[in-house]
């Protein structure tokens, strides 16, 4: 082979940390299943000399009981690996005659489709490559194609590496304790620089940061920075490490300094050509931890809702947070609208103790036509903020439909909403 063909190679074993091995040779690899790895090793044989002695060389570190096989694509590579025992070489243009007398078994296919094919009378690689493709996707859809070219030994979907085989991790030991903000953010521009790099060359991107200061009273100070979405940007890196030790600073000199990037895939945005642009995310978490630090973290994010009855409960979570999918309910169409007044007036109720007869809310006062209810509704009384509540559906002399409640626990009346 010549030394720019692309060559990957697959260990197969079992009982073997196969995935501990493979990055001894290359930073590109992707476990296949617990037993098998495959890895792209083009170029190693500048350094180790022909396919086979690369072959050899990893069966050494993997152990005699571990199957290695190089092909030129990885599809090849991994059933050799399962099919053949020891070394296997596959030259480019021979995956066909070399794959051909492996058993069906070692396909990904679902048990349904292999049971088809028994039947058929097909037990091999090659008598499933001799089909035509045609009649496959008939019977078999994309599956059929996807499989014959397995057969073939053909290239599928390129190599996927794991981003957890990689650690980004950079880390530093000053020289003497520093105690400031301003020289410590020299140090995180010096290690998130290098960690943004290294990223890059990767192709990932960071999901949050951990960061974690040894400090002079020999104590550790650990923060672990979230972010909405996967980045690389260092200024916003930085700024974001700023705002974080200006709000929560250590409480001692810093005498080394350890941040560890989570990879992710990078985030791909696609604008429309007629939409206006979007603020960036970057821009917006900025922005909140502005907001966060004027004003606490209680106070800064996006309402939740609770799992409770009590009217108007709800909470305040971190904004920029991926959203829950939820199954979607159709309900039917609504004829009635409730405008909630926020917060709920206090009203005057005559008489205080029976059924309404006259209603003063602020501008909105009348007699009370028609009036429904009470609905008696309680919570939380497994607590020490218990709630319970009185509602009345009420048509005052206005002509409008109104909704009054009396707190039970305060005999307080409030006027709730107006219904539309």
């Avoid at 890895?39 to 002695?53: I, K, Q």
């Avoid at 194609?145 to 000053?174: F, H, Q, T, W």
């Avoid at 105690?179 to 949050?208: K, W």
Wanted: hydrophobic letters at 40%; one cysteine or more; a neutral charge.
């Amino acid at each position: 082979m010549k030394s720019e063909t692309q060559l990957f190679a697959a260990i197969h074993a079992t009982g073997i940390a196969t995935a501990g091995i493979a990055p001894h040779f290359s930073p590109r690899v992707e476990t296949v299943d617990p037993n098998t790895v495959v890895l792209d090793v083009s170029g190693m044989e500048r350094l180790l000399g022909e396919p086979y002695r690369v072959a050899t060389a990893i069966q050494a570190q993997a152990g005699p009981q571990a199957n290695v096989a190089i092909a030129p694509n990885e599809n090849a590579a991994i059933h050799a690996a399962r099919g053949y025992p020891g070394i296997v070489v596959i030259p480019p243009g021979e995956e066909t005659a070399r794959l051909g007398g492996l058993p069906l078994e070692l396909l990904d296919a679902s048990p349904e489709i292999l049971v088809v094919l028994r039947r058929w009378g097909l037990r091999t690689f090659r008598d499933l490559a001799a089909l035509p493709e045609a009649g496959l996707i008939e019977r078999f859809g994309q599956e059929g194609a996807r499989l014959r070219n397995l057969a073939l030994g053909l290239p599928g979907i390129p190599l996927k590496p794991d981003l957890s085989a990689r650690v980004y991790r950079e880390s530093m030991e000053l020289e003497y304790p520093v105690r400031l903000l301003e020289p410590l953010c020299f140090v995180f521009s010096r290690l998130v620089g290098d960690l943004c790099a290294e990223m890059e060359r990767n192709g990932v991107a960071a999901l949050s940061l951990a960061i974690e200061l040894d400090l002079e009273n020999r104590q550790c100070h650990e923060h672990t920075i979230r972010l909405p979405i996967p980045s690389r940007n260092t200024l916003h890196f930085l700024k974001l490490l700023q705002l974080e030790f200006e709000a929560r600073p250590p409480s001692a000199p810093v005498t080394k300094v350890t941040i560890t990037a989570e990879p992710s895939k990078p985030r791909t945005l696609q604008q429309g050509l007629f939409l206006p642009p979007t603020p960036e995310p970057e821009k917006l978490e900025l922005t909140l931890r502005r907001l966060t630090a004027l004003v606490g973290e209680s106070n800064v994010g996006s309402p939740e809702l609770i799992d409770t009855h009590r009217p108007g409960a709800f909470r305040v979570a971190p904004a920029l947070q991926p959203p829950i999918q939820k199954s979607i309910v159709t309900a039917a169409a609504t004829r009635v609208a409730f405008r909630v007044f926020r917060p709920p007036l206090p009203a005057q109720v005559h008489p205080k103790d029976g059924p309404p007869q006259h209603v003063k809310a602020g501008v909105i006062r009348g007699k009370v036509l028609v009036c429904a209810g009470p609905w008696r509704t309680s919570g939380d009384w497994w607590t020490t903020n218990p709630w319970a509540r009185d509602d009345f559906d009420l048509v005052l002399s206005d002509g409008a439909l109104y909704r009054l409640f009396r707190e039970i626990f305060s005999d307080v009346w409030y006027l709730d909403g107006r219904y539309d």
